[in-house]
Structures are given as structure tokens and as C-alpha cells.
């Protein structure tokens, strides 16, 4: 049953955004994946779930196919074309983090229509979801909070005994598996349809394919944690393709866009959502990938191919904290050696980024207002206090390390700091002498940082506390001033580390961003599919409301009216001007 929303009192009990730099989390997540890391491959959902649902390959095209026109099922939702001959979609990935963002958002989506700089957008027969649904762990708790209550309360369900609404369909991200998936499946995989508000869930698999009309269609991937496709998720879409028609067209969704991540060792996203792309082309010679989707990057970013019509779109503005544009390169070679099972050789070689229709580059936010974004890591520690005071309680160990031990302290910090440093900055981008030099200087700044620390709290104390006569308040009272004082100087050099690898060396963009918690510049893609040509509208949300400005919504505003709605209104705007693909 869904949950009564609160008044506004209850209503600022509800989550903000999520503090990654919290020990407590990292320490969790840390469990976490390494748990799945251990044992994922042993208990992998994707195959019991196949294993489960033994249904033979016209069943499997039924389901892909049962929101068509015609197909005599009143209880179900029907895909009816407009006034026009056109159906609308909507897409929006990385969406369950911080109550007010979701919400935002979640509430542009259930309205029937949207009126957007002089553009008239029906609301979405389906909504698909594009990954991470909640952040930053996958429980009961966090699903509810995060993702049912505030999609519930943005679309009241109209009658909860009717199958019939809007289908859902989501597809699982990273943090939907930290739990092995198992409250993913729960949910949307259930066999009485989840209600979502006024939308129904109708998927029986983590990954699937819709028909949206005769020449469309729309595949979703589930690539695990390790940019793997089980064998009987190649059969699931090797069924697919075969009734697919010859002209047929899709838009592939994946969990990651791959093209983004092309520098980074090992990652194989691009590759898993090639290998998909090359079944359906080799099944069907005449079928095309006309548009690829993908959340898991929380901004927008738009690049076209070396083809002149297909479109890689990263769309990751659910409600997650905003991740940076300045690094988006101008283009991305595609370019790989043949193994022959790959949609992308010989078909497409580079990708360019997109303009937006008025001289500036296809980006979400601007590259500017990304820079400017970054200089708030200069306050990393007042953004990130209980981390900062672990740095700063490694600083005191360094001292009593100094005073302890029989060799000078400074000789041994080095070593350990670069240590910490390269398995923290190696996890995140590899090896290589970049990491390796990046990881000395941390070292070598955190060493003068803890003697300068250790220097400013010795003076102080010199000066003006005298606590010999209680040794053990002295004690105490010298690592509390190294705590503080330490914490302030290393959050704040670690704030600057992120400040200056982001900006000129290509390295931790998620870590610079993840530590502010930005929650602006929130977006999904409403696209509406006329024949041959889909045309994709990416609605924006720059600002989101503080918890303090919503009101519940007595006066019953919207179509339909949501629980809650913002004092100021929300200004929803193109993020730049419609583009099409055929």
C-alpha cells in the first residue's frame, strides 16, 4: 500500500542528499563489493531468474509486444498514437538519492502535459528508468523513501485494484546490485505488477525489450557489476531480433555509457552494449541503432556519429548528485580492433560532441559553470567534517608515531601516506605514472601538513595551555586539537587534490563532485516517436527546491494534482533545442 504522505513536519525526516565521504558509507560500500566481488559470480539473479521463467521464445516476443495497438487486452495499456500518428516516452536514470530532487523531477514526469518553451510535451505512455533507482544502498527502506514514496506522491495511483496505467520499466544500475539485486527484482519483476504511483510495472527480467511501434523498439541491458551479458540474456534478445522486422529500429539503453569511459582500463561497457547492438544487426541485416541511452554520468552530454544520425546520449539526472561537463571531449574514437561481434566495427568509427542548436556545445551543465562548480572543493572539509577529521587523526597518529618511536617519524609518513594514496587513487583510475606521480605529491603535501600541524599545536600550547600536572587531560586535549586543527589543513589539501586532478590531469571528476553533493541541473528525455523519426526533447531543472519550500498541495494544482508542490513553481526548460533521429 502506498504511504500516506506526511505533513511538512514528517515530510523533513525524509532523506537529503548523500554524504559519500561519510566513514560510516564508505565502509559499508567497501563490505559491500567486496562481498559481491567474492561471491557475485556464484549468485548471479540474472540466471536463476532465467532459470525460473521457462517460457517458450513466442512468449518472450509477446510480452515485448504487448502494449501494441490492437492487441485486444482491455485491462492492459495500449500505446494509442496522438492526434498527430506519434507516441511519447519518457527516459530518466540515477534518480533515487535526495528527497527533494526525485521529487522535483518525479513530478514534471506525471504531469499530462508540459508546456516548455513554446513546446506542447505529453506526458510519457511508458516511463523507462535508466539505472541506480536508489542510492547509495539497495534495501527496503531505501526504495521506499527514495524512489516509491516520492513517485507515488508525484502521481497519486488512481485506482489501486486497476492493472491498467502507464508501464515501468527499469533497468538496474550498480547500486541496485549491492544487494545481489534482490529488492530490484522484488519490485519490478513481480508478477502482480508493482504500482508506482499510477504506473505499472510489467517486466518479468532485470534486462528487456518493448515494441513502441511497428518500426521501433526500445532493448535494455543489465550488465551486472562487471560489464558482463549472462548467455540467457544473449537468447532473450536473440529471440527478439529474430521477430524483429528487417527495417526495424532500436534505441539501446545500457547501464553505463561506454563511450564516456573509453580511457579508463578495463571497463568493458562499451563492449557489452556492442555485443547487444551486433546480435540484433546480425540477425537483421536492414535493422538499425539509431539512438543509445544511458544514466549512470549524472549530467547530459550528447554526441553524434561519424553515420550523421545515430545518437549516444548520457542522461543521469534523475536526482543523484551532479557530476561535471568540463572534462567531456570534444570527440571519441571508436575506432577498435575487429573481433567480430561487435555492432560499432564498421559501422561507426568516432563520435563528436554535439552542438545545442544556438552556437554551444550539447552539455548539461555548461563547461563553465562546471569549473565554477569546482572551486567549492576548496572547502572540502566543511563540506565533509567527519571525513576530514579522520585525515586529521591520521595526522595526530603521525606525531605520537613521532614521539613513540626510536627512528624519525618523517622518514616512515612518506611511504605510508603514498601507499594510501596510490590504493585509493589506483581503485579509482588505474595505474600508470600519472597515478603514481599524483600519488607522491599527495604524500609529500600530507607529510608537511602533519608537521605543519603538529607545529601550529605544539606553539599553541606552549604558549597557552599548561596542563603538566594532569598528563592524561594533556594527552587528550593534544589529539583533539590535532583532530580539528589536522582536519581542517587535510581536508582542505585533499579538497585542493581534487580540485587540481579534475580540472588538468582528467582524474576523480566523480570524487570532486560526490563530495559537494551539487543538486541542481536535473533533467530527463521525454521523445516522440512519429514514424520513422524519434524526436528527443531533454527537459532541464536547474534549480531545485530547498525542503523548506514545499507546501502540501491543497489547492489541488496539476494534472494530476502531486501531494506536494514548490513555492517558487518549478521552471522546467529545454536543455537545448529538439534534435531527431530515423
Not at 3 to 15: C, N, Q
Not at 36 to 41: A, S, V
Not at 96 to 105: H, K, L, S
Not at 148 to 175: I, Q, S
Request: with cysteine.
Amino acid at each position: 500500500m502506498p504511504t500516506a504522505p506526511p505533513d511538512l513536519k514528517g515530510l523533513s525526516k525524509y532523506p537529503t542528499m548523500t554524504g559519500w565521504f561519510s566513514p560510516v558509507l564508505l565502509l559499508r560500500l567497501m563490505w559491500r563489493v567486496i562481498l559481491l566481488d567474492l561471491f557475485g559470480q556464484y549468485a548471479d539473479r540474472r540466471l536463476i531468474v532465467a532459470a525460473l521463467d521457462t517460457v517458450p521464445p513466442e512468449e518472450l516476443v509477446a510480452r515485448a509486444q504487448q502494449f501494441l495497438p490492437g492487441k485486444d487486452n482491455e485491462q492492459l495499456w495500449t500505446l494509442e498514437p496522438d492526434g498527430e500518428g506519434a507516441i511519447w516516452i519518457d527516459f530518466v536514470a540515477d534518480l533515487g538519492d535526495g528527497f527533494d530532487a526525485t521529487y522535483a523531477i518525479a513530478s514534471l514526469l506525471a504531469q499530462e502535459k508540459l508546456s516548455i518553451d513554446g513546446h506542447d510535451l505529453k506526458r510519457g505512455q511508458m516511463l523507462f528508468m535508466g539505472g541506480d533507482e536508489v542510492y547509495p544502498r539497495a534495501t527496503s527502506e531505501t526504495y521506499r523513501k527514495q524512489l516509491r514514496d516520492p513517485y507515488e506522491w508525484a502521481f497519486p495511483d488512481p485506482n489501486l485494484r486497476l492493472v491498467k496505467g502507464p508501464p515501468v520499466y527499469a533497468l538496474p544500475g550498480n547500486h541496485d546490485w549491492y544487494d545481489g539485486l534482490v529488492v530490484f527484482l522484488s519490485l519490478f519483476c513481480r508478477k502482480d505488477h508493482l504500482h508506482l504511483g499510477g504506473w505499472r510495472s510489467h517486466q518479468r527480467r532485470s534486462y528487456f525489450a518493448v515494441q513502441l511501434t511497428d518500426n521501433w523498439w526500445i532493448w535494455a541491458i543489465d550488465a551486472q557489476l562487471d560489464d558482463d551479458v549472462d548467455q540467457p540474456q544473449k537468447e532473450y534478445f536473440l529471440e527478439i531480433a529474430k521477430a524483429m522486422p528487417d527495417n526495424a529500429k532500436i534505441i539501446l539503453c545500457g547501464p553505463e555509457p561506454g563511450w564516456l569511459y573509453t580511457g579508463q582500463a578495463g571497463n568493458k561497457a562499451l563492449s557489452v552494449m556492442s555485443y547487444i547492438g551486433w546480435i540484433a544487426l546480425n540477425q537483421r541485416r536492414g535493422l538499425t541503432v539509431s539512438l543509445v541511452l544511458s544514466g549512470d554520468t549524472h549530467h547530459y552530454s550528447r554526441y553524434v556519429a561519424d553515420d550523421g544520425n545515430t545518437q549516444f546520449v548520457t542522461s543521469g539526472g534523475g536526482g543523484a548528485f551532479l557530476h561535471p561537463t568540463h572534462q567531456v571531449e570534444a570527440s571519441v574514437d571508436l575506432n577498435r580492433p575487429d573481433d567480430g561481434y561487435s555492432w560499432l566495427n564498421g559501422h561507426i568509427k568516432k563520435l563528436t560532441l554535439a552542438t545545442d542548436g544556438q552556437g554551444g556545445e550539447a552539455v548539461y551543465p555548461s563547461k563553465t559553470e562546471s569549473l565554477s562548480m569546482l572551486a567549492g572543493n576548496f572547502a572540502f572539509a566543511a563540506y565533509n567534517p567527519p571525513f576530514a577529521m579522520v585525515l586529521g587523526g591520521l595526522y595526530w597518529l603521525v606525531a605520537l608515531a613521532g614521539r613513540l618511536l626510536p627512528v624519525d617519524i618523517y622518514y616512515i609518513a612518506p611511504v605510508l601516506f603514498f601507499a594510501g594514496f596510490w590504493g585509493y587513487t589506483s581503485k579509482q583510475e588505474g595505474g600508470g605514472a600519472k597515478t603514481m606521480l599524483v600519488s607522491a605529491a599527495n604524500a609529500l603535501l600530507h607529510c608537511l601538513g602533519a608537521a605543519a600541524t603538529t607545529d601550529i599545536v605544539s606553539r599553541f600550547n606552549a604558549r597557552f595551555v599548561d596542563l603538566g600536572a594532569w598528563p592524561r587531560l594533556s594527552f587528550c586535549l593534544y589529539g583533539a586539537e590535532m583532530i580539528v586543527v589536522g582536519g581542517v589543513i587535510a581536508g582542505t589539501l585533499f579538497g585542493v587534490y581534487l580540485y587540481g586532478t579534475s580540472r588538468w590531469l582528467n582524474m576523480n571528476h566523480n570524487d570532486a563532485f560526490s563530495s559537494m553533493r551539487r543538486d541542481t541541473h536535473r533533467h530527463f528525455l521525454r521523445l516522440r516517436i512519429q514514424n520513422d523519426k524519434v524526436t528527443v526533447f531533454p527537459v532541464g531543472l536547474t534549480n531545485i527546491p530547498l525542503r523548506k519550500d514545499w507546501r502540501l498541495n491543497e489547492a489541488n494544482l496539476g494534472t494530476p494534482p502531486p501531494a506536494y508542490v514548490p513555492v517558487p513553481a518549478l521552471a522546467p526548460h529545454l536543455i537545448e533545442q529538439p534534435y531527431s533521429v530515423s
